[in-house]
């Protein structure tokens, strides 16, 4: 495959995610002397968990707007700004109210990440390669913490939990000055060719998106009026579930139920993240290659997504193995099951939505979908290990909301998003071959 300058785009989006992730992990890695040291429980540490995505899932929808109206560039650097500072802040906090606050802070401003991703590729990515794109993006989310629980478990051991937040801090500005100098829209970008640059105008919009992209947005009413929208918004909170369960108690749970220590918990726990790119990006690739415009414009793409997010339901299994051999091999497929399912669950947004105009806030409508399941992880998980000792039970729950996931993307997604009446929505995806 020969390198193409638009390739640089996605490995910014990358490492976007990366950072996004590798600062939300930096507490868990921490978790077990921040635990110690705040003197704390189990259940205030679930709620010590979940409390950036409290500001993060307030934020996405009016954060979505920003980014509709002022473009992904601006509103991306300025939140990154804001993150980067509240996790190196969060360092210097002397009580769980303190930390509590920063991470609230960093929720807000991280709030961007997803929303602008999804604009940023419906501009840069030809629509045969959105999935790709897609999934090297979402990949960044797994990366992140697969370097934080080295990195950073590391880091904490020789040194301090404190100064792990403000390092990460340190490489958001870095990524930020970068982002300045190089990111602009492919219009105005001089690092691309002309022949790139009218492939990328000529393919980035399918032929109902191409007819659709002067229209007016459809608006935020009509966007939480649409099945589609919802059965979008539950395959996301399922995959949610499960990520943000993984996130933040699988170092807890290897240090506390396996018996490992702090470093070695950090380097088992990179192993499943590490795993979970390869999977996630060749099967990004795979529904590219498998899907045709005529079915990426059906919709089609729900089917393989269904089959993936069923895949993920391996979880359930987890409780039922003793080998932590067999776990981690449990983990890693589920975590890649999870990964690619919210990855092809975006990219099928953007394959539906017929308004460009309406992709920003329709993409924080979904992710408030992931993340009002995604906050309860920890802090149901925290009372389930608090009532019962294990993780069983927090397993099954997350491997049961994925069979809730698949059955969503194959039975709720059948329709446009944004077409002016469900009717015609329907004729014209039967007319390029949708599924019934």
């Known amino acids: 495959m020969r390198w193409k300058s638009r390739y640089w785009v996605y490995l910014m989006l990358f490492a976007l995610a990366a950072i996004n992730y590798l600062d939300r992990v930096a507490l868990s890695v921490s978790a077990g002397r921040i635990q110690t040291d705040l003197g704390i429980d189990k259940v205030q540490l679930g709620y010590l968990f979940s409390s950036f995505l409290w500001g993060y ?16 560039r601006s509103v991306t650097a ?7 500072a509240a996790t190196a802040v969060t360092g210097a906090a002397v009580s769980m109210g303190g930390v509590i606050g920063a991470r609230v802070v960093m929720g807000i401003g991280e709030s961007c990440c997803y929303p602008a991703a999804s604009r940023i590729i419906r501009e840069w990515v030809p629509a045969k390669e959105r999935a790709t794109a897609m999934t090297i993006f979402n990949s960044g989310a797994y990366f992140g913490p697969a370097l934080g629980a080295v990195g950073l478990s590391w880091l904490v051991s020789v040194l301090d939990w404190r100064l792990s937040f403000v390092v990460c801090g340190v490489v958001g500005f870095i990524w930020l000055a970068v982002w300045l100098i190089f990111f602009r829209q492919p219009e105005n970008t001089s690092w691309i060719s002309a022949e790139e640059r009218a492939t990328i105008h000529r393919e980035r ?4 998106q191409a007819q659709g992209a002067a229209a007016p947005p459809v608006g935020l009413g009509r966007l939480i009026g649409c099945t589609t929208m919802w059965g979008l918004m539950l395959t996301q909170g399922a995959g949610a579930y499960t990520q943000y369960l993984f996130l933040t108690w699988l170092p807890n749970y290897l240090q506390t139920e396996r018996g490992m220590t702090l ?3 950090g380097t088992v726990m990179a192993l499943p993240y590490l795993g979970s790119i390869v999977v996630s990006v060749a099967l990004g690739i795979l ?11 059906a919709g089609r793409r729900r089917i393989v997504l269904g089959a993936v997010v069923l895949g993920g339901a391996t979880i359930l299994f987890v409780p039922w193995v003793s080998s932590i051999e067999a776990i981690l091999l449990l983990i890693t497929v589920a975590l890649g099951a999870v990964a690619t399912g919210n990855a092809l669950n975006m990219t099928l947004l953007g394959d539906l939505l017929r ?16 993340n009002v399941f995604g906050f309860m992880a920890p802090i149901v998980t925290g009372y389930v290990v608090k009532a019962t000792g294990h993780f069983d039970a927090a397993f099954a729950a997350a491997g049961g909301l994925l069979l809730m996931g698949a059955l969503s993307s194959w039975f709720f997604t059948r329709s446009p998003i944004g077409t002016r009446d469900d009717a015609s929505g329907e004729r014209m995806q039967e007319a390029v071959g949708g599924v019934k």
């Open 78 to 84: 300025a939140s990154m700004a804001v993150w980067s």
């Open 287 to 297: 529904s590219d290659r498998l899907l045709t415009p005529q079915a990426v414009e």
């Open 205 to 208: 919009e399918t032929a109902s």
């Open 263 to 265: 470093l070695k918990s």
């Open 57 to 72: 899932t307030l934020c996405l929808v009016p954060i979505g707007l920003m980014v509709d109206r002022f473009g992904a």
């Open 355 to 370: 308004s460009k105009s309406d992709l920003g806030r329709a993409t924080g409508l979904l992710l408030i979908g992931g």
